[in-house]
């Protein structure tokens, strides 16, 4: 159990009373209940004496780290990561047939937009995804036709695609922004401009992964700017991967807690982009009118004004959201905008719905982790079991 001391002490005092086990110890029930919320650090003859109350030994209750820090950062599966330097079949072997490596990446795909076990569903089906593509990749290099070439290509890109992100969720920054880059590559040689944009739009994110608020919001505003030519032809597609790119720039200005910019960014250039648009998927990205109105519920709570944030959440539907990553993201989001208001019923319920959309997302979401444990600390004793009982689901107890 990785905990602050008063947590530990609050989960081994279980259901009995803090006045109770402060009077068999000889303190304050103040002074307890003050340890309890890490409000005051015990001397080690208290820590002993509140040790030997609740039956535990004293090295049981002390703690190093917080609960922030209780999940490590780096969760990608090792086999993915073998696979991402080169760890692929014989060059002799017979590459995989690209229509077959199509329906695989998109099922791929499909299942980490969808899937409450898409992390370890990833680690089941990408090392040998990763594998076969790269392989194919090679063995086409010379290929005769040049279309078959470029499908190969694309369905390369589209596979790094899918390899930036779930590098990213599970903390693997550095090897995204390589899954990143050789997106990039695979794009620009298959001389597809949507995917170039895609490209451009993962490598964004990257860059926002790595704290480069300014690297990510240049990518985006340069990539929006070269699909200008096709938009202004009427292609919806590059119509809602332009509003894409330029949501990547509005997330960069409220990184850089620039709201008003983030604002009049999201209203006037991205919303306009997704009434064009309409509701849609395009290269994955999940861009259409409800993505626009979720990245304005975000900029709100960042900037602190939980009120206005939940209301206008309280006007999205949800029920066409096809990616899960996305639905969950809203989820705790919520939850964060009653947390500042101390509505601890109201967070614990968030983090609930979140856990049953996408409980592999909670246990590396820093967010609810901090929240669950902030429940613990301070919640009536109902919410606090409650939460004490998802910090254990989680593997924080």
Not at 241 to 265: E, I, K, P
Not at 367 to 374: E, N, P, S
Request: aromatic share 4%; with cysteine; hydrophobic share 45%.
């Amino acid at each position: 159990m990785d905990l602050p001391i008063g947590d530990r002490i609050r989960h081994y005092r279980g259901p009995r009373r803090q006045d109770v086990v402060a009077g068999l110890v000889g303190i304050s029930v103040d002074y307890y209940s003050q340890i309890e919320r890490g409000l005051r650090i015990p001397t080690i003859g208290v820590l002993h004496q509140i040790a030997r109350e609740l039956g535990v030994p004293t090295a049981a209750l002390l703690a190093e780290t917080t609960v922030s820090a209780a999940k490590p950062s780096d969760t990608a599966a090792p086999a993915i990561a073998r696979a991402l330097m080169g760890c692929g079949p014989a060059p002799n072997t017979r590459p995989v047939e690209p229509r077959l490596l199509r329906e695989r990446v998109e099922s791929a795909w499909r299942s980490w937009q969808s899937s409450p076990t898409r992390f370890t569903d990833a680690a089941e089906v990408l090392p040998a995804l990763i594998a076969d593509v790269e392989h194919a990749d090679h063995a086409h290099r010379t290929d005769a036709d040049p279309g078959e070439r470029r499908e190969v290509l694309r369905i390369a890109a589209d596979m790094y695609f899918l390899l930036r992100s779930y590098l990213r969720r599970t903390g693997r920054v550095d090897l995204s922004m390589m899954a990143a880059d050789r997106a990039m590559r695979a794009a620009e040689d298959a001389d597809d401009p949507l995917r170039i944009a895609a490209a451009q739009w993962n490598l964004g994110h990257v860059l926002l992964a790595a704290g480069d608020a300014d690297g990510a919001e240049q990518t985006a505003v340069r990539g929006a700017e070269q699909l200008q030519p096709q938009v202004a032809n009427g292609d919806v597609r590059f119509a809602a991967m332009q509003g894409a790119l330029h949501l990547v720039s509005v997330v960069a200005c409220a990184r850089r807690r620039d709201w008003w910019t983030a604002r009049d960014r999201l209203l006037e250039v991205a919303a306009p982009a997704a009434r064009r648009a309409g509701e849609g998927n395009i290269m994955w990205t999940v861009f259409g009118p409800t993505n626009v109105a979720l990245h304005l519920v975000s900029i709100e709570m960042e900037a602190g004004e939980a009120a206005d944030a939940l209301r206008r959440a309280d006007s999205i539907d949800m029920s066409w959201m096809p990616s899960l990553e996305r639905s969950f993201t809203h989820l705790i989001e919520v939850a964060r905008c009653y947390d500042l208001r101390r509505e601890d019923a109201a967070v614990l319920l968030q983090l609930l719905q979140a856990e049953e959309v996408a409980p592999e997302d909670m246990v590396r979401t820093a967010a609810a982790r901090d929240m669950t444990v902030g429940l613990m600390r301070r919640a009536r004793a109902t919410h606090a079991r409650q939460a004490e009982a998802l910090a254990g689901r989680m593997g924080l107890l």
